[in-house]
Each structure stands twice: as structure tokens, then as C-alpha cells.
């Protein structure tokens, strides 16, 4: 067996009702001049809150808001703040894209990483992993981090506040571990592989089970086990399964139709959402088989429950020209795409016909325009 260097899970992760404010003083032992990041305007009150509790504890903390995706240009920008400052960590309170911007600033500059989910969209506040974008949100790479955060605050209070799609997406992205993981590692030999498979199967069952009823009841019972399902279990199994349980078709077709124009462009997990109906249509007619088929429709049926787009028409890419959707079956099929970890061949026509094949939604399906 081969050595290999797992970066699994945060140094430390504090989760539940007020777990902002009972992690203060783990905070203050982390950092004295920690830079704020954040991008939304409809969380900035939030993050003027963190920064007042942090003063309360003789922390001086800075606060700078991000313009774009996590790109080059905010990075660039964050490092330099961050280095004229004296900053000696970085909390980064928001969705995927922030927490993303927030670990690799802090991974560039060496100093302690604290990420706060300001929502359950995606598994970002956990991973060593970075998604780098263009300014206009398009897919450039990923980057692995040298380590997980460092403290990890998963807050109910201020997560269960954010808009249900936020939850319905970070659903998507979550569910599409099974999918994807028990595809590229069905022939993998190692444990720790076969265990995080095994976790991502779970975890697909749970949020069949109680999905739909987090989406409609924060208050409810199902919350808790849903939402941290998807901002953190779902970070376990990437971190305990390697580049092996995170992507094969849905999250490479995600970054190909993140080179699309998009009036309202969709969250992440809404175009892996989409990329998942798309592989399982691929490997339907790949193997010609039933239970591929069944999978589908199950899958179909149950983010339709959610409101998630399950075609190019919810997704606002009705009028997109077939050049322009052939760029982004182009970008998914590079040679060095996640795309051909799948268990047969794919190109380019193959993944353009597959996308095709979900122009509209079905007569009876709650279709999202935005």
C-alpha cells in the first residue's frame, strides 16, 4: 500500500444552539488580530455582530467584504490587507465561496484558520480544499490546502436563519457523495476508501428520510441531522476518502456550466444537483440498467421536493446556444477532469447529448425560474 497524507476533518469543531458565543475563548487563544471576511450583504449584520463579540473579549479584529467568488483578485487583496495589518488569523463567516477564499488566504499566510457556516450549502467550512474561481464565478481549479481549519464553528441559531435553498442546495452537493464515490472508488482496496463510501451511503439515505422535512421545518426535529449532514458529515467522508470520494461526473459538469452566462447564476449544489440526474443518466445508457434507471427517478422525484433545478430550463439555460453548451461539456471533458474517473468513455458529444436530454422539466415537476 502506498503512504498517504490524509488532512480528514478541523483541529476542532464546536457545533449547536449559540456555539458562536460559547467558542469566544477558544478564539482568543487562536488569535489577537484575526481579519473578518465575508461577501453577502444580506449577512453583513451577522458578521458586525461576530466583530463586536470579538471586541468584548480584547480581541482587535479586522473586517474586510469580498466582491467576487473565490478568486485570485479578493485573495490577492485579503493576503495583502491581512500582511499590513499584522492579522494572526482569519475568520471567514459565510457560504462555500467564502469559506473557500478564507482557508486558502489563511494557508498562504501560515496563520489559524476559524470558518463559521453562515449556512449549510455546502461541506467548505470543513475540507482542506479550495475552489478558485474567475471575478465572474467561473471554475478555474481546485487547490488542495496543507491542513483543515482550525476551529470550526457550526452555529444552529444563526445557520437555521438562512433561506431554505441555501439548505435544499447544500442537500444537492451532500447527496451527490454516494453517487459519485461508489463509482470511482467501487474497485478501491483501501479501507479508510471502502469506510468513507460506506458514510456517504448513510448519509444518502438520511437525507431521503429526512430532507424534505428540514426544507420546510428548520424548527423541526429533521434540521439538526440534515443540515449537519451536509456542512459537516459530508466533509468527513472527502476528508477520510480522498480525491477518490469527492468527484466523478456531477461536480466536473457543475464546473463546466459555471462557464455559462447566467442572468441569476444557481448555488453550487444546484448545478451538481443537475450534474447528478446527468451522470445517472449516463450510466444508464452505459449499462442498460434497470436499477440505474429506478435511481434516477427516485432522484429525480426528490429534488423536485426541494424546488432544486432538474433541467437546463430551471437552471436558466433554456436560449443557451449548442456552442455555448458545448464549451462547458469542452471544460468538464479536459483530460484532466474528474469526468473520466467514470467506468467508461466520455467525451464531449456524449456529455452534450446527455445534457440535451434535460432541455425542460417534466409536465408535473415544480420547476425554479428565477
Not at 78 to 96: L, T, V
Not at 100 to 111: E, T
Request: charged share 20%; glycine share 6%; hydrophobic share 40%.
Amino acid at each position: 500500500m502506498n503512504v498517504n497524507n490524509h488532512r480528514i476533518s478541523p483541529s476542532m469543531v464546536v457545533r449547536g444552539e449559540g456555539a458562536w458565543n460559547k467558542s469566544l475563548d477558544i478564539v482568543t487563544k487562536l488569535c489577537k488580530r484575526p481579519l473578518i471576511i465575508g461577501r453577502s450583504n444580506s449577512t453583513k449584520k451577522i458578521r458586525i455582530s461576530l466583530k463586536k463579540d470579538l471586541i468584548l473579549k480584547d480581541i482587535e479584529p479586522f473586517f474586510l467584504e469580498l466582491h467576487h467568488d473565490c478568486c485570485e483578485v479578493d485573495i490577492k487583496n485579503a493576503y495583502r490587507f491581512s500582511k499590513n495589518n499584522n492579522c494572526d488569523g482569519i475568520i471567514a463567516a459565510g457560504g462555500g465561496k467564502v469559506l473557500d477564499a478564507g482557508k486558502l488566504i489563511a494557508d498562504s499566510l501560515d496563520i489559524n484558520c476559524i470558518t463559521v457556516p453562515l449556512s449549510a450549502s455546502t461541506c467548505a467550512g470543513w475540507t482542506a480544499l479550495s475552489n478558485i474561481y474567475t471575478p465572474d464565478g467561473k471554475f478555474i481549479k481546485d487547490v488542495t490546502l496543507k491542513s483543515c481549519p482550525n476551529l470550526l464553528i457550526f452555529d444552529h441559531t444563526i445557520v437555521r436563519a438562512a433561506p431554505p435553498r441555501t439548505l435544499a442546495s447544500g442537500i444537492a452537493d451532500a447527496v451527490a457523495k454516494w453517487y459519485e464515490s461508489s463509482l470511482t472508488s467501487c474497485t478501491s482496496q483501501d479501507g479508510f476508501v471502502q469506510q468513507a463510501v460506506q458514510m456517504a451511503r448513510v448519509l444518502r439515505d438520511q437525507l431521503f428520510l429526512n430532507g424534505y422535512d428540514a426544507f420546510v421545518n428548520p424548527q423541526g426535529s429533521s434540521w439538526e441531522i440534515v443540515a449537519e449532514g451536509c456542512a459537516l458529515t459530508a466533509g468527513i467522508i472527502g476528508g477520510l476518502g480522498g480525491a477518490r470520494c469527492r468527484t466523478a461526473a456531477a461536480h466536473p459538469i457543475h464546473n463546466g456550466l459555471t462557464q455559462l452566462e447566467y442572468k441569476n447564476k444557481p448555488l453550487h449544489g444546484e448545478l451538481v444537483g443537475f450534474g447528478l440526474l446527468v451522470q445517472l443518466h449516463l450510466e444508464e445508457k452505459n449499462s442498460n440498467s434497470q436499477l440505474t434507471k429506478q435511481a434516477r427517478s427516485q432522484l429525480l422525484d426528490f429534488l423536485t421536493q426541494l424546488n432544486l433545478p432538474i433541467s437546463l430550463e430551471s437552471i436558466c439555460l433554456k436560449n443557451t446556444t449548442s456552442n455555448e453548451l458545448h464549451k462547458a461539456c469542452k471544460f468538464a471533458c479536459d483530460d484532466n477532469s474528474d469526468i473520466h474517473q467514470l467506468p467508461f468513455v466520455i467525451n464531449e458529444k456524449n456529455l452534450f447529448d446527455a445534457i440535451q436530454s434535460f432541455q425542460s422539466s417534466p409536465a408535473n415537476a415544480n420547476i425554479r425560474v428565477k
